[in-house]
């Protein structure tokens, strides 16, 4: 995608819809709520205000990296000392965003050192975004920061473009150099999503 100025504006919107989702979830998340009423709140909150989602809101808890979604008669129940991985996006005409926050429910923040790592890389890779830069360095950033403060980077899931009405469009911007082509360009629309174990 090379969004108009239009477009451009447009996903603004959706950006400021789903983060708005994904704050609420963050701050309204605790141990004992149903994952599945988190997900269909966070869906209400970007349909109330003008979008769609273009795919489920997730929650997924532990050891469980990414892309869990309830059925609809999950009872599953956050608990105590649990990490969650918040994933949401919005879309208005196919323009989509996707964003995301891990979220820490113990009392004793056990995982604020992981949470802070994936954040930290995500911060440094988004200082290398430029026309041109090849996607694995990009990874290899990522890998470094989160190796850097004692984890791992998770090898199997990454970020990946944003096209019109195409959730995962090329490129595909890894948490590690994995062997992946592919540049960033000018105008693109894409999310970075480290993952640190």
Not at 9 to 28: F, P, V
Not at 89 to 116: E, F, K, M, P
């Amino acid at each position: 995608v090379n969004p108009t100025p239009t477009e451009l504006e447009t996903l603004r919107e959706c950006g400021r819809i789903a983060s708005k989702a994904r704050n609420w979830a963050g701050k309204e998340i605790k141990p004992g709520y149903l994952l599945r009423e988190l997900q269909e709140s966070m869906e209400t909150i970007i349909r109330e205000s003008g979008a769609l989602p273009p795919f489920p809101a997730q929650t997924s808890r532990n050891s469980i990296g990414a892309h869990y979604c309830s059925s609809p008669s999950d009872n599953t129940r956050f608990e105590e000392n649990d990490l969650v991985k918040i994933d949401v996006g919005a879309h208005i005409n196919g323009l989509i965003v996707d964003t995301g926050v891990s979220v820490d429910l113990s009392n004793d923040q056990r995982w604020s050192t992981v949470i802070a790592a994936a954040s930290d890389a995500l911060d440094a890779a988004i200082d290398m975004c430029a026309p041109n830069v090849d996607v694995e360095d990009i990874g290899e950033r990522v890998q470094q920061v989160i190796t850097g403060a004692g984890f791992n980077p998770i090898f199997n899931l990454t970020g990946h473009g944003l096209g019109k009405w195409t959730l995962h469009d090329s490129p595909q911007i890894p948490n590690a150099r994995i062997g992946l082509k592919g540049s960033l360009k000018a105008g693109s629309i894409f999310a970075i999503e480290p993952f640190a174990t």
